[in-house]
């Protein structure tokens, strides 16, 4: 089991399965979003993912005509976990606090908008834009 929360504690959460892998994308949305070289989630079904505290000081905000919106703590602003689609649910891979030991990264997503600075490393396979690009 892993668990995580934001800064101040109020939003806790807990995943009941290994999450295959962290994601990290490069997307100028979450570069500016994080102020760092993108965002690095974890992809989880929703039956594996349960909250523990704080939904009520969960706030959200979503891009206007783009498919991309974000989750994140009234009181400290961390990322919180978000709806991903109908049947997942990502949450930050720097929220975990316990269980995510083991994690590695699998994939980098839209490698073609990260920053001239940002070096990825070795591990993850490499996608242009979004999975299988
Ligand atoms: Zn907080
Ligand atoms: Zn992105």
Do not use: Y
Not at 23 to 33: L, T
Not at 71 to 100: H, R, Y
């Amino acid at each position: 089991m892993l668990k995580g929360e934001c800064n101040c504690g109020q939003v806790q959460f807990q995943i009941d399965a290994m999450p295959a892998g962290v994601i990290i994308c490069h997307c100028s949305i979450c570069r500016r979003h994080t102020g760092t070289n993108g965002n690095a989630v974890v992809l989880l079904k929703n039956d594996n993912f349960q909250w523990i505290s704080g939904q009520e000081h969960i706030s959200t905000w979503k891009k206007p005509k783009h498919d991309w919106q974000i989750w994140f703590c009234k009181t400290c602003g961390s990322q919180v976990p978000g709806k991903n689609d109908e049947n997942m649910i990502f949450a930050p891979a720097g929220a975990l606090t316990e269980g995510g030991e083991d994690l590695k990264v699998i994939h980098h997503i839209w490698v073609e908008s990260k920053a001239n600075w940002d070096e990825i490393g070795a591990t993850g396979q490499q996608h242009t834009k979004h999975f299988g690009a």
